[in-house]
């Protein structure tokens, strides 16, 4: 068998790779995890032989280590503060993790490869009192106590050991939309960081910073190396987990198990916004529901499509589809999706989620093809549904495809382009019969898609959504506006408050959108009654996400021209 392009290298080869160089260290006898989940903590302990390990709970002390630089990446993310590049000189032995002497490194790479001089509190010019205002805030109280390592950059240093429970608890107090960046950057740890090879077993559930420092086994006693990793998994649940010596060997040794051993990743909401323009090819007669012939809006229930062809189709929606008429009076369908249902849909359409690995895959190559094909419209990614392109179901995904998308999450083949069809072979394409036969064989995902993409590598699409510069002034006046709206909008039906007020960021191109997925607005300065009416009328779409009205944009506009009009009438 030819070998496989580096890149392209399973966990089990890579493992196989860098025994030699570990063959004079000891593999880990054990493995602790940990997670915050629910208001409490859990704790497991993996082992493989060796003397029973030493019990732990939340109470633990663990060091810090280099985990301080991904709190540090949090704040400076979410308080605007620069962090420019940092250029690498050479003479401090830390670069060894950032760059090569005369070479830069950004700041999502410097947090995927641990670069410490890039977070130093004092090259970003950290301010203590505002480092304190934001963790109290993000913690709901002053940084003591338990969080005393909070209340100071300064007091972020490797050897700072911390109680376990609280170093989770402060994880967990991260909002969505203030860690999508960082989680973005960390997915990269399982594709080529010190986690190479892993995303097997992990796919694109596990968003964590590594670590590798030491710690005293007992008092008294010698210190022993410990690797591991915090941060989260998919859904926003804190994880933690070390091992005796670095992080690379522990996961190359772990990887498996842990994979096993971590909780059932929780629906999380879907990020991206993808719409699909339904039966291009196939123009349309009617579409009838239990009520006789729909009217133009979204569609809730279930349909009767009726093709010029004479053919029929059953779909369902629950708001998320939309007929309407173009402008010589033919029906149209249009559905809007976060991307894991779009690629689920896909999964559905074209052919299934019986053969795990064969549809992870296929997931993963629907979603590189996404990417290489949609056009960018109102921040959505927008796609013909068509054989020509890729079909997409009409109706909900099924939560066996829905659990696919969301198992390979933001994971795409990148470097090349991306083909599939279901049976007919050839160069740069995935061929989902055969892709069955290798499953059932044994092969997992990844070998799949070196198989079929042998110039390709795993990466990420970054479906996260697009990096947030806050309008401060847009946030300040919908602060103010919210008290005043409150009785009118505690009597829509379907309104529910977002848990805290959305994040308004610069758009840089299109029409205003809300990213319901990561509760922020995206929109241009306000300027003028227009622009604060747009402000509204995307709030709404967030106040209304879980109701159908939320996608009917005739009420969403009445609504919030009404809103506006009631701020104008405020003393």
Not at 89 to 99: F, L, M, N, Q, T
Not at 396 to 416: E, F, K, N, S, Y
């Amino acid at each position: 068998m030819a070998a496989l392009p580096r890149r392209w290298r399973p966990a089990s080869v890579l493992a196989m790779l860098v025994l030699p160089s570990l063959a004079a260290q000891s593999w880990a006898a054990s493995l602790d995890v940990a997670w915050w989940r629910d208001g409490r903590i859990e704790v497991q302990q993996l082992r493989q032989g060796g003397a029973a390990p030493r019990p732990f709970d939340g109470a633990r002390q663990v060091p810090l280590a280099s985990l301080w630089k991904l709190f540090v990446y949090v704040y400076a993310q979410d308080n605007k503060v620069p962090m420019p590049d940092y250029r690498c000189g050479g003479r401090d032995p830390e670069e060894v993790y950032c760059c090569e002497a005369g070479q830069s490194i950004g700041h999502d790479a410097a947090l995927a490869q641990s670069c410490g001089p890039f977070f130093s509190p004092t090259r970003l010019m950290l301010e203590t009192a505002s480092w304190r205002r934001y963790w109290t805030g993000r913690l709901g109280a002053p940084p003591v106590g338990d969080f005393a390592w909070l209340a100071d950059p300064a007091q972020l240093t490797p050897a700072r050991l911390v109680r376990l429970d609280s170093l989770l608890r402060a994880l967990g107090s991260i909002p969505a939309a203030s860690r999508s960046d960082a989680e973005a950057a960390l997915l990269r740890v399982v594709l080529d960081g010190r986690g190479a090879g892993t995303a097997r077993w992990f796919g694109g559930q596990l968003r964590v910073k590594t670590y590798s420092w030491h710690e005293q086994t007992q008092a008294g006693g010698a210190r022993e190396r410990l690797g591991g990793a915090a941060g989260w998994l998919a859904d926003g649940t804190p994880v933690w987990f070390g091992g005796a010596g670095g992080s690379s060997n522990v996961f190359q040794q772990w990887a498996p198990r842990l994979a096993a051993a971590l909780p059932p990743v929780r629906p999380a909401e879907d990020s991206g916004c993808v719409v699909v323009d339904y039966f291009r090819r196939y123009p349309v007669r009617s579409v009838r529901g239990a009520d006789g012939p729909a009217a133009p809006g979204p569609l809730n229930g279930r349909y009767h499509v009726q093709f010029e062809t004479g053919q029929n189709l059953a779909l369902r929606s629950a708001g998320e589809m939309t007929l309407s008429k173009d402008e010589a009076g033919r029906l149209q369908l249009r559905g809007r999706f976060g991307v894991n249902e779009y690629v689920a849909r896909v999964l559905d359409r074209e052919a299934s989620a019986d053969e795990p690995e064969a549809a992870k895959a296929l997931a993963i190559a629907a979603r590189s093809y996404l990417g290489q094909n949609a056009v960018t419209v109102a921040g959505c990614q927008q796609i013909a549904d068509s054989s020509a392109t890729q079909r997409v179901s009409p109706s909900p995904a099924t939560p066996a495809a829905l659990a696919i998308a969301r198992w390979t999450d933001q994971l795409i083949v990148d470097g090349v382009t991306v083909r599939y069809h279901r049976d007919q072979p050839s160069a740069g394409t995935l061929v989902w019969t055969e892709a069955v036969r290798q499953a059932r064989r044994g092969k997992h995902y990844d070998e799949l898609l070196a198989a079929a993409y042998p110039g390709g590598a795993l990466g990420t699409a970054g479906n996260s959504g697009a990096r947030c510069q806050r309008l401060t002034q847009n946030e300040a006046w919908l602060a103010r506006a919210l008290p005043r709206w409150q009785r009118v909008l505690l009597g829509e039906m379907g309104y529910e408050a977002p848990p805290q007020p959305p994040l308004v960021c610069a758009l840089g191109a299109g029409a205003p959108y809300s990213e319901q997925s990561r509760n922020r607005i995206f929109m241009r300065p306000l300027a003028t009654r227009e622009d604060r009416i747009t402000l509204a009328h995307e709030y709404l779409h967030l106040g209304l996400r879980g109701h159908p009205r939320g996608q009917d944009e005739e009420y969403v506009e009445r609504l919030a021209r009404r809103l506006v009009d009631l701020n104008l009438e405020a003393p």
